[in-house]
């Protein structure tokens, strides 16, 4: 079954160009052929350019465990934490259940 995860963070001061260059890294890899992905967005805030927004939908749970798994994601993780206010974060999960613009696997 199909997950979509939702996060929002907001940078430190000063730290918005490398959050968002460490949130490009996702999708990435993704394109370097990470097996499961449906959809993988990165959003910055228009009000607030430290803002920023994650969209993912995968084909189930295993492909986000693959996608979490490994050295890369783990340094990503490691490598963002300190530069994302931690108050800030909101993270979601959720079923897609009618979804304009791709088919829900």
């Not at 199909?2 to 490398?18: C, G, I, K, L, S």
């Not at 228009?46 to 783990?74: C, I, K, M």
């Not at 340094?75 to 009618?98: F, H, I, M, Q």
């Amino acid at each position: 079954m199909a997950v979509t995860y939702f996060v929002r963070m907001v940078a430190e001061d000063n730290q918005a160009d490398r959050v968002l260059e460490l949130l490009l890294s996702n999708p990435k890899r993704i394109e370097d052929g990470e097996p499961g992905n449906v959809v993988f967005a990165v959003h910055r805030g228009n009000d607030d350019p430290n803002e920023f927004w994650l969209y993912e939908t995968w084909e189930d749970e295993e492909a986000v465990a693959r996608h979490e798994s490994g050295e890369a994601f783990l340094r990503y993780k490691e490598d963002l934490r300190p530069l994302v206010k931690a108050d800030s974060v909101v993270w979601g999960n959720a079923t897609p259940v009618k979804v304009l613009g791709y088919t829900i696997p």
